[in-house]
């Protein structure tokens, strides 16, 4: 018995040893299972015939080893023979972590088109001195900096832990958190990062677990490896073999309270943070600087790192992979190089990304680029303004037009924001008079249970949307009470979270309130600002004035270019970097569905991807972990299309 390794081997002695009567059992049990499945070949004499040798040829050829094993181990919890189970799951412990590997490559490769191509770098740096520090302090001393290597963020370093610390990965919207936290993963499954150290890498979108309707530890791992007969317990006796990646700790629905979240996967989560549960695994939290000061006081030993974005190199490098024709490449990094602004703000990858995306569809139209951006909210106006459907003068006309989508657009946004909320539904796009299929430039498909859900491309969309939102209103000649209590909470949003971050729509919103930028505002979206609108911007701008504040992305740029570039050099060759592939690249697959994780319901079966099976959850609670809900971050080489 200790000589039994494999699932064949252990599934014959699992049949071999059950006594005549348990047997036969075993076969009324498995025929139930197997016609429930409509997998039933042989009628019932043929079955009652088979011997112990024969039952396990049949069913290995029937569904595959490991799938025949999972068959077993369903059938034997029925005739509640648990410590046969148990001693079944701990000989195919070893097989499953493979196999578990097989599926996060298998699923990547099919989502991606292969995991060679294009990849660029991303900066990360810490503290030389981490304990004595604020982690969102900034500007960042630049003379306590280090580069690090994403090898090393979990070595034990000089002190002894009874836990692992916690890893927390910061960065502003769009530095490229989510695309290198699932590169983690993708990178552990094929071998190349973290060798021995870890049995099993687990992707978790924070954002997602609002469509899970069962929270338990075990669920979560569940879910974790899309399949319901998964040997948690296993996994769990071994819990310093696991390392969770919690992507998104401030896209939560209640990450900034101690009360019981309405979502019970949420609860288990905070309960991982907390490390009431998992106690033993490592752990990586990303998130964005201004949930810092909510999630320290959850964290028992942690670590911060900084993820800076683009290295000057880089830019360059991520040009000439996003545009496949040359000439348009050098025009292209021309025009970012001969506007400060621009050049500079192409330091955040999902920043440079809506750049390229505008840039390309401006030249691909035979359009003037004439304009200057003077910050990011000019960046972003350009990009909607180019995308949006052209105005029409037609009020009865039902097609999409340049007005009606940009309402629905900032109401749906704002509704979002103000309700904690990134994942919508149809109803939702319908309510707002949005046809999702038709607007990809800005919102991002993801199949759910047989349902579609919509998310903006990115967060930082849905944050420049919710700040529009004040300025498109239907009613704009009286906005009075009600434009003054918006912005007003605003501010005292703000004065909650004195000296930090600003959200980024507080950022846009400063932007668009200042003197000339108003009216760049209503000549790129065919829109008047009333009067008393106007009035209530400069409010807002005076009362922004006399508060501390920082602006979104300061962090990422108070570095100066030569510090920048030695921390550059101290980047080792192996450091995990971000994949991108050519945007007039054609995929066989959808343009929107690509990740570390992402489960489709029927192409397993085309690949043969291990551990996803007809029973498992996948089909249920994994889909919603395909991460769709950054799309941006993956910075895919596509451009959107009207």
Known sequence: MSQIQTPQEALLWALRDLEEKSFKLFKFHLRNNCMLEGKMLLARGELEGLSPVDLASWLISLYGAWEAMKVVLTVLRAMNLLELVDWLSHICLNDYREIYREHVRCLEERQEGGIGGSYNQLLLVTRSNPESADPSACPLPEQELDSVSVETLFNPGEKSYQAPPTVVLQGSAGTGKTTLARKMVLEWATGTLYPGQFDYVFYVSCREVVLLSQGTPEQLLFWCCGDNQAPVKEMRREEERLLFILDGFDELQRPFTTRPSPNPMENVLHRLIRREVFSRCSLLITTRPMALRNLKPLLKQSRYIHILGFSEDERRRYFSSYFADEEQARNAFDIVQGNDVLYKSCQIPGICWVICSWLKERMERGREISETPSNGTDIFM???????????????????????????????????????????????????????????????????????????????????????????????????????????????????????????????????????????????????????????????????????????????????????????????????????????????????????????????????????????????QKEASNGKGREMEKWEMQRPTR
């Not at 007003?488 to 729509?505: F, H, I, P």
């Not at 609108?533 to 100066?560: I, P, T, V």
């Open 382 to 620: 350009a990009y909607v303004s180019t995308f949006l459907p052209p105005p029409s003068d037609n009020a009865d006309c039902t097609e999409l037009t340049s007005h009606r989508v940009l309402r629905g657009l900032c109401s749906l946004a704002a509704d979002g924001i103000q309700h904690q909320r990134f994942i919508f539904e149809e109803a939702d796009l319908r309510k707002h008079n949005l046809d999702g299929a038709r607007l990809d430039a800005f919102l991002s498909s993801m199949p759910f249970q047989e349902k579609t859900f919509y998310t903006f491309r990115h967060i930082s969309f849905q944050e420049f949307f919710h700040a529009v939102s004040y300025l498109v209103k239907e009613d704009q000649s009286h906005p009075g009470k009600e434009y003054h209590r918006e912005l007003r909470s605003l501010l005292d949003e703000k004065k909650k979270a004195e000296n930090e971050e600003m959200t980024l729509s507080m950022q846009f919103l400063l932007d668009i309130s200042k003197k000339e930028t108003p009216s760049n505002f209503e000549l790129k979206f065919f829109l008047k600002v009333s009067p008393s609108l106007k009035q209530e911007l400069m409010y807002f701008k005076e009362q922004m004035k006399s508060k501390k504040h920082k602006g979104a992305w300061d962090l990422e740029f108070s570095l100066n270019p030569s510090k920048i570039r030695n921390l550059v050099k101290g980047i080792q060759i192996s450091d995990v970097s971000l994949k991108m592939e050519q945007s007039n690249k054609k995929k066989s697959h959808d343009r929107n569905s690509f990740s570390v994780k992402t489960s489709l319901k029927d192409g397993w079966k085309k690949k043969q991807c291990p551990v996803v099976g007809k029973d498992n959850i996948v089909k249920t």
